[in-house]
Each structure stands twice: as structure tokens, then as C-alpha cells.
């Protein structure tokens, strides 16, 4: 018997970032998703409602919290996830070791050993601020530095900067938290494909992760790639519209050709409706 119940979209954040950093974006993709689709934004521990958990220093860590958060929802379909930067890095695990929970994955700007050299997977120019960041910065230093490094155009600016110093005074993320997840991330190593299908999304104007990592995992895995032409890393902070037609798009491709040929394609979409 075929299962009719609504689709589940797990969407996991990155590094330093909880749910609430996904903003309207939630709603957005729930437009574009089938009707009846069930999102729901968990927090890695250290991050958001969970602050106060020390974060794991292995992404495998990672991956079991969320497992044991979707068990404690009554959760235990299969599901799809979107999921970008660190926490795309725990869809990778995730898919990688427990396929038969995962429908698809929907990875945005992530990076992967060994795919990509470490200064490709957090660009040399950003060492001095994050370091300077990790060290002394106040909460606005914080913010407005991740801000600088991750967004190209976020709309009005300051409302934005505003709502993520009320996160931040909401949910304060420790420096020891930080270089956990910094330490989890650099040391994660994703070999082999997940034998779940995936999209990968990028950014032409990363200056955090750069682009190129996006497309030597499509090219080694051979995925299809889509890369936005302006955004920066928070692609759905800079441009949320372009990632949900992706997805819907994918999902009406998939469901129209449901054995398409494995092939990569990287696509420029020049039809950003974010505000520049």
C-alpha cells in the first residue's frame, strides 16, 4: 500500500547557527513543497534551545541528536533533509549510515574532506576576523561579522542584524561550543556517496566556503549542481525564493523522470528575486 502521509523536510543549520536563522525562509520553502508538507527546524546541541548542551566534536555525534530528536516527535517515516554548511555535513552522515531513513538531501554550500583543501573549506581571508572574533568580539561584533562573512544582499540589513542579536541574546553560544563545531567540521570525512538522491546548491559569492567545493563533490559524486550567481554562504538568507524553486523544481523533475540519468549540471540562474 502505497504511503499517503504528508512529506517530512528536516532542515538543520550550521555552524554557530540555530533555527530561528532560517527566518522566513521556512515559509517560503513550505510554499513551493507539495500541499500538506511537514518542516521541522531542529537544533543541533550547542545551538538554539539546546545552548546549553555542549556541542559534539564529531559530526556522527551530531547526526544521533537529531535522530533522537525526531524519535522524541513520534517521527520515524522517512524523511527529506535540507541542509546547509555544517549541517549538510550531517545530512552527509546521516545519509551515509542510516539511507533507509532519508528520502533526499538538499546540501548547500557544504565542504567535505577529501574532496576540497582545507583553504578552499573556510577561505584564507576570513582566518584573522574569525580568530579575532573568537577571542574578544562582543555579541554585535559577532553578529555583524557573521553577517559580513555569509550574506551578500539580506534585504534591509539592520532589521536583520537586529533579529539575530535577539537570537543570539535568546540562545548564547559559548566559545567553547564554537571550537567544538569548528574542530567537528574540519575533521569530518565523507569518502563515499550517500546511496540516497541528493541536490547540491552554491553560491558564486561564497567568501566563507568556496564555490569550487560545491563542484568537486558534484563532479566526484556526480550530482547535479546549481549555483546562484551573486549570493553569498547564507544562500537562503540571500536569496530563499531561488533555493525553494530549486527544490521544487527537482522534486517535479523527479517525479515526472523517476530514473534519471546520473548526470552533472551545474545551472546559473540569473533570475535572483532578491533585492540587490
Excluded at 85 to 90: E, T
Excluded at 203 to 213: K, Y
Excluded at 222 to 238: E, F, K, M, N, Q
Amino acid at each position: 500500500m502505497q504511503d499517503t502521509s504528508p512529506p517530512i523536510w528536516v532542515l538543520l543549520r550550521g555552524l554557530l547557527r540555530e533555527s530561528g536563522h532560517w527566518g522566513g525562509f521556512v515559509q517560503t520553502l513550505h510554499a513551493a513543497l507539495p500541499p500538506g508538507s511537514l518542516i521541522i527546524t531542529p537544533d543541533l546541541p550547542g545551538n538554539g534551545a539546546r545552548w546549553r548542551e555542549p556541542s559534539p566534536t564529531r559530526v556522527a555525534d551530531m547526526v544521533e541528536a537529531v535522530r533522537s530528536d525526531l524519535r522524541a516527535r513520534g517521527l520515524n517515516r522517512p524523511c527529506h533533509v535540507l541542509a546547509m554548511s555544517l549541517g549538510a555535513m550531517v545530512a552527509t552522515e546521516w545519509a551515509r549510515t542510516h539511507p533507509e531513513e532519508l528520502s533526499r538531501c538538499v546540501l548547500i554550500n557544504t565542504s567535505l574532506r577529501p574532496h576540497s583543501p582545507f583553504w578552499h573549506r573556510l577561505q584564507p581571508r576570513q582566518y584573522r576576523r574569525i580568530a579575532r572574533l573568537i577571542l574578544s568580539g562582543t555579541a554585535l561584533e559577532w553578529e555583524d561579522g557573521i553577517m559580513r562573512m555569509t550574506t551578500r544582499h539580506p534585504g534591509p540589513r539592520q532589521a536583520l542584524l537586529a533579529a539575530w542579536l535577539s537570537l543570539r541574546s535568546s540562545h548564547p553560544v559559548s566559545r567553547l561550543n564554537g571550537l567544538r563545531q569548528l574542530w567537528a567540521a574540519a575533521r569530518y570525512r565523507a569518502d563515499t556517496a550517500p546511496d540516497v538522491p541528493l541536490l547540491l546548491l552554491n553560491s558564486a559569492g561564497d567568501e566563507l566556503v568556496h564555490p569550487s567545493c560545491s563542484a568537486r563533490l558534484a563532479a566526484a559524486w556526480g550530482l547535479r549542481l546549481h549555483t546562484h550567481p551573486t549570493a553569498g554562504h547564507d544562500l537562503p538568507v540571500d536569496d530563499g525564493a531561488w533555493v525553494a524553486r530549486q527544490v521544487a523544481e527537482w522534486l517535479a523533475h523527479d517525479t515526472a523522470c523517476p530514473q534519471p540519468t546520473a548526470l552533472t549540471t551545474v545551472a546559473m540562474d540569473a533570475a535572483v528575486s532578491a533585492p540587490f
